[in-house]
């Protein structure tokens, strides 16, 4: 698996309806990779249960020394770690890029935080921003 821009990560263990049915695979420890699903299609397929996905406001980034899958694993690791400290429990990867600084390699991963709940109101136990998914960020 090749990790892209756009790729949804999911924490294990979270509640998700009965009926949803979604492909995943590990990605890394606790956190599984949404197989072929973009943010509007797990908007989607979760309104159509009756639940919601919430996003929060703020992005997430990390920057890593090297570059390729592992790099995009380890700074995908330091922002779900991040996520799941504030409680949230999908993650959007949006930006990744490549770079060198005197020599040096590195990957700078850019991410926002989603919520998956049951009910229209957002479970707000973080304190943090937070607008019911829409088309946009």
């Known amino acids: 698996m090749t990790t892209k821009s756009g790729a949804m990560l999911l924490r294990q263990g979270t ?6 049915a979604l492909t995943t695979q ?3 420890d606790g956190w599984r990779w949404l197989h072929s699903m973009d943010r509007f299609m797990l908007d989607r397929r979760v309104r159509d249960n009756q639940w919601r996905l919430f996003f929060i406001a ?8 090297g570059r390729g899958e592992s790099g995009i694993r380890r700074a995908a690791k330091q922002i779900a770690r991040r996520a799941r400290t504030k409680g949230f429990n999908c993650l ?15 990957l700078s991963l850019t991410a926002y935080s989603y919520h998956i709940q049951e009910g229209e109101a957002f479970d707000n136990k973080g304190g943090l ?7 946009g960020h």
């Open 129 to 135: 921003q937070c607008s019911e998914f829409s088309s």
């Open 92 to 106: 959007e990867l949006t930006t990744i890029t490549n770079g060198s600084f005197l020599g040096i390699p590195f």
């Open 26 to 28: 590990s990605y890394f």
């Open 15 to 20: 509640p998700l309806p009965r009926a949803l």
């Open 58 to 65: 703020g992005r997430m980034s990390a920057t890593v020394l």
